[in-house]
Structures are given as structure tokens and as C-alpha cells.
């Protein structure tokens, strides 16, 4: 008798085959996903699921260091209320939410939240990086993780979700417009151009693209409409080693040697004043 969670069998239903693009449906015990077709997917020993077609090859994803800052950070309640700004983002609008597709969702965490205020839903956590998944496998019993190229044709059938949620990462206009129902809504946080500001000159990090939410409408608005936004802004206080963490998760990463990383934050004082700045928008299909 197999000790691991049980896959949500909801989840489980807004699969398609990455394949041939048919349905997929859990084996006996879990154990895998198979289409008709007969293409099937094993699961792995952590409980994620790696949806890929033959050969081929996903983005690089997080590394196995920046998966764990991540987690850090993320248990540690520093972007607590990201996540409940998030939440609020995916229950508004009409009807109810059955299905939430988090895109690049790293970890789960955000989604986690985000099912814990719709105790009725069910999720999948789409992600290229096999670390991320491993931990994502585990956030919340109403959630399945996927390893998958987000930027490919998703393996998610047509029409099957209600939300797509999108946190600092890749977005993919098409493909989200194809796997959202009529009426469903994309919810998309990227940072502002003040995200992490106090740490930018100091670190010597990746400053936010000033145009970013230009770059963002252009990559939507031909196959989504907005449909509205709010901007989310908090002061963290940091020590150290939450600096590092909270650098290390990012894509400052892997611009950053760790020494030099090392050597830079030893130099802060010991608490430092900096801003979470987030802008978090909703699109319809």
C-alpha cells in the first residue's frame, strides 16, 4: 500500500496529453497519468509529474538553491501579503472557481493560498524547474504540480479553468486565452519599478524594467482584455540573512556571484527598511 497523497481527481481532469493533446487520466493507485492514446506519464517519487513531449527540452528553470531561498522566504511570511492580494484578485469577479492554473508557480505557495480561500477549488502548478515542482507537490492536498515548458502549448485542456494566476513569471497570451472558460480571468503580479529599491545600489542587483507593464499589455492585449489592477505596497524589515534569501530566490541569482553577494550584505546594517512593491492586474478572456 502506497503511503503517498492521492492526486485531487479535479486536477487531475484539466490535464491534456502534452502529447496529442487528449485528456488525461490517473492510473491505478495514482502512480501515473495516461491519455487514451495510450501516451503515458510516470509519476515521480515526490508526487509531481513531468508533462513534456518527447525530446523535448523545457527553459531552464530555478536551481536547487534558489528553489530553497524561495521556500525560505516564502514560510517565513515575507510576502504574506502578496499572496492574500493575490487571493483576493482570483475571488473576485462572477461565478464560482472550480480551477486555478498558477503558471511558473514555483513552489505552490501562492497557490496554496489562494485555494485556502476557495476551499472549493482545485489547482496545478505548472513549472520548468523539476526543484520547484518537488516542493510544489506538497503544498496543498487540492493541488497537483506539473513540470512543463510555459511557454509551449500547455498540457491543459481547452476551456478548463477558471483562473490563471501568474507571479513574477513568464506569461503566455495565447495559451492562456485557450485554456481559460469564457469568462475567466488571468491574475498577474509583477514587481514595480520600486521592488526592492533600497537594495538595488547596495547589492549592485537587476534594477525592474521601467516599462515593464508596457511589455506586459503588448504580450496580452491581443488575446486578453484588462480588466482593472491594483498596486500592492509594503515595508519589509530584513536582517540579513532574509536579505540573502530573498535576493537568492530572484533572477538576481544568477547575476551574483555568491561571495560578492556575500561580502555586499555583511556591509548593510544588520535591519533594513525595504519596499515590497507589487503590481498585481486582471485580465479576461
Known amino acids: 500500500m502506497s503511503d503517498r497523497r492521492p492526486w485531487p481527481a479535479r486536477a487531475v481532469a484539466l490535464l491534456a496529453c502534452p502529447v496529442c493533446g487528449q485528456p488525461l487520466a490517473a492510473l491505478p493507485g495514482d502512480t501515473g497519468l495516461r491519455c487514451p492514446a495510450g501516451h503515458s506519464f510516470d509519476r515521480a517519487r515526490q508526487g509531481h509529474v513531468t508533462l513534456l513531449p518527447p525530446g523535448h527540452t523545457p527553459p531552464p528553470g530555478d536551481t536547487a ?4 531561498d524561495r521556500a525560505e522566504v516564502l514560510a517565513a511570511g515575507t510576502y504574506a501579503g502578496l499572496t492574500r492580494v493575490l487571493a483576493d484578485a482570483v475571488a473576485a469577479g462572477e461565478g464560482p472557481v472550480d480551477g486555478v492554473l498558477d503558471l511558473g508557480g514555483g513552489t505552490g505557495h501562492h497557490l ?4 485556502d480561500r476557495l476551499p472549493d477549488a482545485v489547482g496545478v502548478v505548472l513549472d520548468s524547474s523539476r526543484y520547484a515542482a ?7 492536498p487540492r493541488a497537483l504540480a506539473v513540470v512543463a515548458d510555459t511557454w509551449a502549448r500547455l498540457p491543459v485542456r481547452d476551456a478548463a479553468v477558471d483562473r490563471v494566476t501568474v507571479v513574477f513569471a513568464p506569461r503566455n497570451g495565447p495559451e492562456t486565452a485557450r485554456v481559460l472558460r469564457p ?5 498577474v503580479a509583477t514587481p514595480a519599478p520600486d521592488h526592492l529599491a533600497e537594495l538595488v545600489g547596495p547589492l549592485g542587483l537587476l534594477r525592474v524594467d521601467p516599462d515593464k ?3 506586459l499589455s503588448s504580450a496580452l492585449e491581443p488575446h486578453l482584455t484588462p ?3 491594483v498596486r500592492h505596497r509594503e515595508e519589509l524589515v530584513l536582517d540579513r540573512r532574509a536579505v540573502t534569501t530573498v535576493v537568492g530566490m530572484g533572477p538576481h541569482a544568477r547575476h551574483l ?15 533594513v527598511s525595504v519596499t515590497l512593491a507589487v503590481d498585481v492586474t486582471t485580465w479576461t478572456v
Open 65 to 68: 538553491a534558489m528553489v530553497a
Open 112 to 115: 496554496a493560498g489562494v485555494l
Open 134 to 140: 518537488r516542493r510544489a507537490a506538497g503544498a496543498s
Open 183 to 187: 469568462g475567466g480571468r488571468l491574475v
Open 213 to 215: 507593464a508596457a511589455r
Open 227 to 229: 480588466a482593472g489592477g
Open 257 to 271: 556571484a555568491p561571495g560578492r553577494l556575500a561580502g555586499a550584505v555583511a556591509r548593510l546594517p544588520a535591519h
